[in-house]
């Protein structure tokens, strides 16, 4: 596609459900990335996927946090047995190349109630 | 560790005066440098970015950015404000080989009429 599609929009879930969230990256990007923006917050690194590699998951902040990129495209977050604390927006971002800058989704609106 | 500064949470000017968003950073190597816009309910948008070569880089609407090695440094810069960009603005920077770019945590600009 022309640019990062990311799905839902909006999501408002109860607390203790899992959710998940979907990133579909230009079309040839080899690099993916998610980043939590909370209020008032920048924003916090979770995962990233470059090409076939094994994912750099260090910024994923607990074991409920998972995701997962197939076929090097599509990716998808997950969020088990969800926190009021969860609740953000998550970005998704795609590069060709790290310096040639990332492209941002338009996010996913979680809220946990 | 990368980190990156943005000191001001709110940058207040009027339209057709210029602007500075100030941005500050520390990486172990060669930085690699960054600026987003992000308007309401959006993804971030590319605006510039610094790897090597001159310091004064130009990006999209009208922005420019100048790198200062000494200071660490990396502010945003336009000329002449216009309403439209009030936005918020993130920074952000990667080392050279480093893959994971660290944001600032945003500066709400608003350009009043």
């Known amino acids: 596609g022309a640019g990062v599609s990311q799905s839902p929009s909006n999501k408002v879930t109860e607390k203790g459900k899992d959710v998940e969230l979907r990133c579909d990256p230009i079309?040839?990007?080899?690099?993916l990335y998610w980043y939590r923006q909370s209020l008032g917050q920048g924003l916090e690194f979770l995962i990233y996927?470059?090409?076939?590699?094994?994912?750099?998951k260090s910024g994923l902040p607990s074991d409920r946090f998972s995701a997962e990129r197939t076929g090097g495209s599509v990716s998808t977050l997950t969020i088990q047995r969800t926190q009021q604390e969860d609740s953000a927006v998550y970005l998704c971002?795609?590069?060709?190349?790290?310096?040639?800058?990332?492209?941002f989704g338009s996010g996913t609106r979680l809220t946990v109630v | 560790a990368q980190s990156v500064a943005q000191p001001e949470d709110q940058v207040n000017v009027a339209e057709g005066n210029p602007l500075t968003v100030k941005c500050t950073y520390s990486?172990?190597?060669?930085?690699?440098l960054f600026w987003y816009v992000q308007y309401p309910n959006r993804g971030l948008q590319f605006l510039l970015k610094?790897?090597?070569?001159?310091?004064l880089v130009k990006g999209s609407y009208g922005f420019e950015a100048e790198f200062n090695k000494s200071q660490t440094s990396f502010h945003l810069k336009k000329p002449s404000a216009l309403v439209s960009d009030s936005a918020l603005y993130f920074c952000?920077?990667?080392?050279?080989?480093?893959?994971?770019?660290?944001f600032g945590r945003g500066t709400s600009l608003i350009v009043h009429p």
């Open positions: 971002a795609s590069s060709s190349q790290v310096n040639y800058g990332y492209t």
């Open positions: 079309s040839g990007h080899t690099a």
């Open positions: 996927f470059q090409g076939n590699s094994a994912p750099d």
């Open positions: 990486v172990s190597g060669n930085p690699y």
């Open positions: 610094y790897i090597t070569g001159d310091n």
């Open positions: 952000a920077v990667n080392p050279g080989g480093s893959y994971i770019p660290t």
